[in-house]
T-cell receptor, first 116, second 112 residues
Framework: EAGVVQSPRYKIIEKKQPVAFWCNPISGHNTLYWYRQNLGQGPELLIRYENEEAVDDSQLPKDRFSAERLKGVDSTLKIQPAELGDSAVYLC??????????????FGEGSRLTVL | AQSVTQPDIHITVSEGASLELRCNYSYGATPYLFWYVQSPGQGLQLLLKYFSGDTLVQGIKGFEAEFKRSQSSFNLRKPSVHWSDAAEYFCAVGQAGNMLTFGGGTRLMVKP
């Protein structure tokens, strides 16, 4: 069974440019998460979807970040315009159990963004 | 608000030696606790989790962790470390809706 797939793996852009990351969760997983991991730190939640609904986006910088999960499957995270401080690894995860903790979060390999 | 502290940023052990990685949490209710491992350039993989019951939990790759409520700790242990265990380890505490709060991580290096 395929795991969580993310693309691109690496992206280098200049500041003020837009960038988008794509995530395909594990088939059947209704909950999808976007985390940001700064260098030398643990991941921090940006947004959580249950199916197509964003149920927690309190940590998403809405002035420049946006996300969507059309049809409750794939998801895209966009940054426009990017700033130097956005350099990080963007991790996507999915799980089968949105309410309890019996479900494990499965993470993709991440998209590493470098803003010059 | 919940938080997780991993006091050791870097740990170096010799291959074959025992390992203990520390994790302290702050959470108002009964916590759900996790340990994840991240190899270079890879995503996070779940090693083990604690929800309730037996406070000593077994995980994959020979790891175990013990939940100690009185100390607000969930330390990860392995009796004999292998070179392939070199990675970054993250402790996390869960809250409603499966949202995890991660610690800052501990980078493990293994000497031959």
């Amino acid at each position: 069974e395929a795991g969580v797939v993310q693309s691109p793996r690496y992206k280098i852009i200049e500041k003020k440019q837009p960038v988008a990351f794509w995530c395909n969760p594990i088939s059947g997983h209704n909950t999808l998460y976007w985390y940001r991991q700064n260098l030398g730190q643990g991941p921090e939640l940006l947004i959580r979807y249950e199916n197509e609904e964003a149920v927690d986006d309190s940590q998403l910088p809405k002035d420049r970040f946006s996300a969507e999960r059309l049809k409750g499957v794939d998801s895209t995270l966009k940054i426009q315009p990017a700033e130097l401080g956005d350099s990080a690894v963007y991790l996507c995860a999915s799980s089968l159990s949105p309410r309890g903790y019996q479900g494990e979060l499965f993470f993709g390999e991440g998209s590493r963004l470098t803003v010059l | 608000a919940q938080s997780v502290t991993q006091p050791d940023i870097h740990i170096t052990v010799s291959e074959g030696a025992s390992l203990e990685l520390r994790c302290n949490y702050s959470y108002g209710a009964t916590p759900y606790l996790f340990w994840y491992v991240q190899s270079p350039g890879q995503g996070l993989q779940l090693l083990l989790k604690y929800f309730s019951g037996d406070t000593l939990v077994q995980g994959i790759k020979g790891f175990e962790a013990e939940f100690k409520r009185s100390q607000s700790s969930f330390n990860l242990r392995k009796p004999s470390v292998h070179w392939s265990d070199a990675a970054e380890y993250f402790c996390a505490v869960g809250q409603a809706g499966n949202m995890l709060t991660f610690g800052g991580g501990t980078r493990l290096m293994v000497k031959p």
